[in-house]
């Protein structure tokens, strides 16, 4: 898919500030479920299929998040991933999940807050919803953690199916990995930091829900 050339979708009204947003996987995923998309990253991406600003992704939602009906936050894993105790050293990176909820919480807006597994295991993270690519039919395994202001619950879904054949990321099939996650407008290195639209557009509706029934 030409990352210009966007799918149907039906508005619901809402706007969304995704920050961190890099490609704008999950991104897409908030689209697909209806949501009117602004994405914020300190790099610039050029391939980022929505209204794109470049700036500092903590501060803008300090001083703009309050402007929207729904913040998500992928504040970066390389202080958790476990592949940076491989390869590397923790303490060469930030860990902005305590930064990042603060300013989401200062708005007075409802929140999402995405990262790897590993960050729920050490406490950084209450992981609301753990998801994973072949819960969604997707022929990938790549488990995310996702912590929201309203706590989880809703629909229910499959456990994961980690079947034969189910794709894990290696470098010497980018291109398989990141169009079998729905990413396909990316380049291969953008889709190494992405995550599947499929977990955003499934957790939008759940906020959805959650709204429609606290309302009545």
Not at 16 to 41: E, K, T
Not at 82 to 90: F, L, S
Not at 122 to 151: I, K, M
Not at 173 to 187: F, H, L, P, V
Request: hydrophobic share 40%; aromatic share 12%.
């Amino acid at each position: 898919m030409n990352a210009r050339v966007l799918p149907f979708r039906k508005p619901n009204g809402l706007r969304l500030l995704d920050a961190c947003c890099g490609a704008g996987g999950l991104s897409m995923g908030y689209y697909l479920a209806g949501y009117d998309i602004v994405g914020v990253d300190i790099n610039p991406m050029p391939n980022y299929p929505f209204e794109f600003v470049q700036a500092d992704a903590v501060d803008y939602v300090a001083d703009h998040g309050s402007g929207f009906d729904l913040i998500h936050g992928s504040w970066p894993c390389q202080y958790f991933a476990r592949v940076t105790a491989w390869r590397g050293n923790r303490q060469d990176h930030e860990n902005l999940i305590p930064a990042g909820r603060q300013a989401m919480q200062s708005t007075g807006r409802p929140w999402v807050i995405e990262n790897v597994p590993e960050a729920s295991w050490c406490g950084a993270l209450r992981p609301d919803y753990l998801l994973c690519g072949s819960q969604f039919g997707l022929n990938v395994r790549r488990h995310r953690a996702f912590e929201t202001s309203w706590g989880g619950g809703g629909d229910l879904l499959p456990p994961c199916w980690h079947h034969k054949g189910l794709l894990a990321f290696e470098h010497k099939g980018e291109r398989a990995y990141a169009d079998a996650m729905g990413c396909t407008w990316m380049n291969k290195t953008e889709a190494r930091q992405a995550v599947p639209p499929a977990y955003t557009q499934w957790i939008g509706q759940q906020f959805l829900t959650y709204e429609k029934e606290a309302a009545a």
